[in-house]
């Protein structure tokens, strides 16, 4: 559905009222098809002896607007501004006509227009094309430029027309070239008329969205400042709006979260206007993925971009759609704007979606929105005519929340609201939707054509010292008392992207409240494992605090880590699904698995006390970096849906449960040698680490190795020792081992083996101090071993994951002056890769010492395709894919489709490897040697063409040689 933009003819209609003759004109052009129009048909008066009227009824009715908006609803005031920029736009370039040419028609012409006796429908197309033909409007997700632009267009076409029809006269008239000139000042007039009338009117410069004009801020904050001005507002709009606003006057989190030692400030008063990106969009656009956005508008302020949309044309048409990460502000704006929109204008209503049935049409969950906001039942259409002159605009909150926790398909959702839209203003109720969302779930949803669509961006620098001021001001004197000193903001952005959400860099400065541990440290930024173990562990001992100061010591400690298990559980339940989400069923199943029963008992002041609950129903409430969704699905309970606020927090989590699971088996396999026990049980590792590669994300596997080289070096050696006596039996059964039931997501035993023998791998290599002997890890010979180990690795692992794999690390054969070839593992450094040491001559042998006479080496950087190209074959000792290479050589072949390709003298120096060295290189003092040597062997071939494109190259460049040695190497003399 495309949004309405009047013509002409409309806007004079809705302006001018009926007593006008520029309104009768025009009712009698309307609705004649032009090509079966007349000048009979269209009235007796000329449009041209009509245009000087027209300019000054124009200005007339564009300048007394501003009166004519007193008392007006806010839909119908959005009619008439459109109405008023259409009569000005037409007016602008009638202007700039009259200064430009003057036209008129003699007596005879006049006579036949009034007669009717035109022959053609050039004038009926013209009047058409001025009068009836929609024209552009400003709205915030286009530049003002880009409105320009169209205008030109717009302009363009209109010349058209007026040429065609002057060129049937016999006048002297400007040209078509002539004509086209005046479309620039055309253009300029109109920006003159436009910035003039949005001085009068706020909304027309609220529409641009000139977020470098000061007359645009002025204009909002008029807008936003709107008084009722003696408007009714009855008893159910007043109790929306005291709710909304009672949402903003509380602190930004609830007090079950926060420690006692910290002031929080409202959200109203922390509340910073996020930045972004605005479009339109439709079902083929891909909102979901940055490359979309690479060129889309920047909009310095959201807020005001969302409050001039809900006062443009377009608001009422089709659902505007707000996308954001976890923890990026998106159902904060919704709140915000449901409190600071002005009662005269707008009535809004905000719906939390995952309180409401999930299936459910759209008007029946705004009216079960409606009934929890005001704890009565109100029917929509009663609430739509309550809303007087207001605009209702509903705010649907969470769409990502409604899919995640039912699992859904509601691809038709937003199409839906549309629909919604369009019967509610056909029935004269027209209203806005806002509709808030995940980014990474966008395309879960077809978007209807000319949906608006805003991204919500981090926190830039400014914002970040933004908020902290706010937080330091509520905070400093407490802090002060206790001898601490106000957070920073360059000790926040030391954090990096843990600052740049508005939810994380509040649980910064919660953190740092409690005793400036972000500003203690003696670097720029913490270790990133030193961070989260902090952060978390002071989460876990407040929420161990609140049962009370009666716990002793050791029941302290083991609800401390009872609390960190039941975390690091859902993280690794997460990871080991392959999602970022993880629902109230799923975590239900898993939980049995990995942890205790004792795990799920509600934790208490007494010992033995409590009872059993749910892994969720420990969750909820207690830390606001695990976001739960909600959803209802017919009369059902709710389904519910958890996630952690940032990924990182999962891949921590998840990290550090799984080095704990490998310290506690390492211990235990110490504690049986001791004992002389040789059955060693790793159920718990297996289930922990055969769903998936810890390389799959790159924070993951950092966290993994920054708790490995945090262990003490006993440990450490204990737990390598492990990995390598686990890894040659990684692929065969063990009926033995606990949890054979676990199973989150369905994998063949291979796949298994493929995960746990991988991340097997990469423990010894995070607990060596240097690069890792292949022959340490695998059977001799280790060219075949590790190549059906890494294999198995790429032909059993997702393909994500064994691409991530290999790029973390380098295999590489190191050649040592005496002694064999080593063939080494070790994390990926980005240093050149050498072909040689990836993947040496001959292949399914041990590699033979670099020969250094002989130009077979090159090097690669690591990140360009041959290096990446590489990497991944040394990695599986074998040339995966040799597509590009075979492409590549395509002219090669099609010259000499016989060429067998065989090795010469046992080493890889095929007929096509010494042309392609002979032809792009020259001979120089410093490699005439080892050109001799390659001229010799290449002589030495079958007589054919390659071997006489080898003697045309060496009679080419003899003069470079040695007297006499080219007739010696044609002649295959080589004695000295």
């Known amino acids: 559905m495309q949004p ?3 013509s002409y003819a409309d806007a004079v209609r809705l302006l001018a009222g009926r007593d006008s003759e520029v309104v009768e004109w025009l009712g009698r ?7 079966a129009a007349t000048i009979a048909s269209l009235g007796t008066v000329d449009f041209f002896a009509l245009r000087g009227e027209l300019v000054e009824w124009g200005h007339a009715a564009v300048s007394g607007v501003r009166r004519r908006l007193t008392g007006e609803r806010r839909f119908d005031r959005t009619e008439r501004l459109v109405a008023a920029h259409t009569v000005l736009v037409v007016t602008a370039f009638f202007e700039a006509l009259d200064e430009a040419y003057s036209v008129d028609l003699l007596a005879s012409e006049q006579v036949t227009l009034v007669t009717g006796e035109w022959p053609g429908s050039s004038h009926a197309q013209l009047v058409r094309a001025l009068f009836e033909a929609e024209v552009p409007i400003p709205a915030p997700h286009r530049p003002f430029e880009a409105v320009l632009t169209d205008l030109a267009d717009h302009y363009a076409d209109v010349a058209t027309h007026l040429s065609r029809f002057l060129k049937e006269l016999s006048i002297t008239a400007p040209t078509r070239r002539q004509l086209f000139a005046v479309i620039d000042p055309a253009v300029e007039r109109y920006a003159e008329h436009f910035r003039a009338l949005a001085a009068e009117v706020p909304e027309f410069g609220v529409w641009a969205f000139m977020a470098d004009s000061q007359a645009t801020r002025d204009a909002m904050r008029h807008l936003l400042d709107r008084t009722s001005g003696g408007a009714t507002i009855d008893q159910i709009r007043t109790g929306l709006v005291a709710r909304y606003r009672a949402a903003v006057e509380r602190p930004l989190i609830g007090t079950s979260t926060r420690s006692t030692q910290v002031v929080l400030p409202t959200l109203e008063r922390a509340y910073i206007h996020p930045q972004g990106q ?48 976890p923890g990026s502000g998106k159902s904060v704006l919704t709140r915000v704007l449901a409190a600071g929109l002005p009662a005269v204008d707008f009535l809004p209503i905000r719906v939390e979606l995952r309180a409401v049935p999930g299936d459910a049409p759209v008007q029946t969950q705004i009216e079960r929105g409606i009934q929890q906001l005001l704890g009565e039942h109100l029917g929509w259409p009663e609430l739509a005519r309550r809303a007087g002159e207001a605009l209702p605009v509903v705010f649907l909150d969470g769409f990502d929340e409604l899919l995640q926790a039912t699992g859904m398909n509601r691809a038709d959702y937003l199409e839906e609201v549309e629909e919604f839209q369009r019967r509610e203003a056909e029935l004269g109720r027209p209203v806005a939707v806002v509709v808030t969302t995940r980014t990474v779930v966008a395309d879960r949803a077809r978007l209807p054509a000319g949906t608006v669509v805003v991204r919500i961006a981090p926190f830039s620098d400014a914002q970040v010292g933004d908020w902290l001021d706010v937080w330091n001001e509520a905070n400093g004197d407490q802090l002060a008392r206790r001898g601490f000193h106000p957070l920073p903001a360059r000790a926040a952005l030391a954090q990096g992207e843990l600052a740049r959400q508005p939810l994380l860099l509040l649980l910064l400065a919660l953190y740092d409240a409690e005793d400036n541990a972000l500003q203690r440290s003696r670097n720029a930024s913490f270790d990133r494992v030193e961070l989260y173990e902090r952060l ?6 407040r929420e161990v605090a609140k049962l009370g100061g009666q716990l002793s010591p050791e029941h302290r400690a083991r609800a401390v880590d009872a609390e960190w298990r039941r975390l690091c559980a859902v993280a690794l339940a997460m990871l080991n699904r392959g999602a970022e989400v993880i629902t109230d069923a799923e975590l239900d199943g898993d939980m049995g698995f990995l942890l205790t029963p004792a795990d799920l008992i509600e934790p208490t002041a007494a010992p033995g006390g409590g009872r059993a609950l749910t892994i969720g129903q420990l969750l909820v409430g207690r830390f606001f970096f695990v976001h739960e969704s909600r959803a209802q699905r017919d009369t059902g309970p709710p389904e519910k849906s958890y996630e952690f606020l940032h990924a990182t927090f999962g891949d921590f989590l998840a990290a550090r449960l799984i080095v704990d699971a490998l310290v506690e088996l390492a211990a235990e396999r110490v504690h049986q040698r001791n004992r002389r026990q040789p059955s060693l049980d790793a159920g718990y590792l297996y289930a922990a680490t055969s769903f998936a590669v810890v390389a799959r994300r790159g924070p993951l596997l950092d966290f993994v190795r920054g708790l490995l080289a945090r262990l003490a070096p006993t440990t450490r050696d204990e737990c390598r020792a492990l990995a390598l006596e686990l890894l040659p039996d990684a692929g065969y059964p063990h009926p033995t081992w606990s949890l054979p039931g676990y199973e989150p997501v369905r994998r063949t035993m291979a796949a298994r083996h493929a995960a746990f023998s991988a991340n097997l791998a990469i423990f010894i290599v995070a607990l060596s101090d240097g690069p890792v002997d292949v022959a340490e890890m695998v059977d001799d010979p280790v060219y075949v071993t590790w190549r059906q180990i890494a294999l198995l690795w790429k032909s059993q692992l997702p393909p994500e994951d064994g691409k991530r794999l290999w790029q973390a690390f380098r295999v590489a054969w190191v050649f040592v002056p005496e002694g064999p070839p080593v063939l080494e593992i070790r994390p990926e450094d980005g240093s050149p890769v050498s072909l040689w040491a990836a993947i040496p001559w001959p292949p399914d042998a041990e590699p033979k010492q670099f020969l250094p006479t002989l130009t077979l080496d090159l090097n690669a950087e690591p990140e360009s395709d041959l290096g990446r190209s590489l990497r991944q074959s040394g990695f599986m000792q074998t040339p995966v894919d040799n597509r590009e290479l075979l492409y590549a050589l395509v002219p090669y072949w099609r010259a000499f489709p016989n060429d067998e390709a065989e090795p010469i003298l046992r080493l890889p120096y095929t007929n096509a490897f010494i042309l392609f060295e002979l032809m792009f290189k020259d001979t120089t003092p410093a490699n005439v040697d080892d050109r001799e040597s390659l001229y010799r062997v290449a002589l030495q071939g079958k007589p054919g063409p390659i071997r006489r494109l080898v003697r045309a190259r060496l009679f080419a460049e003899g003069n470079r040689f040695p007297q006499g040695l080219v007739d010696r190497l044609v002649s295959g003399d080589y004695s000295d």
């Not at 052009?29 to 090509?35: C, L, Q, T």
């Not at 690479?294 to 302020?301: E, G, I, N, P």
């Open 4 to 6: 309405r933009r009047l």
């Open 29 to 35: 052009a309307a609705g004649v098809p032009a090509a």
């Open 278 to 325: 605005i479009a339109s969009a439709g079902p083929s656009d891909s909102v979901a993925t940055d490359a979309w956005w690479k060129d889309q508008a920047q909009v310095d302020d959201l807020f005001e971009a969302v409050v001039a949309h809900l006062s443009g044309p377009v608001a009422t048409v089709a659902p505007m759609v707000v996308l954001g990460q």
């Open 536 to 541: 978390f562990a002071g989460f876990v001992d």
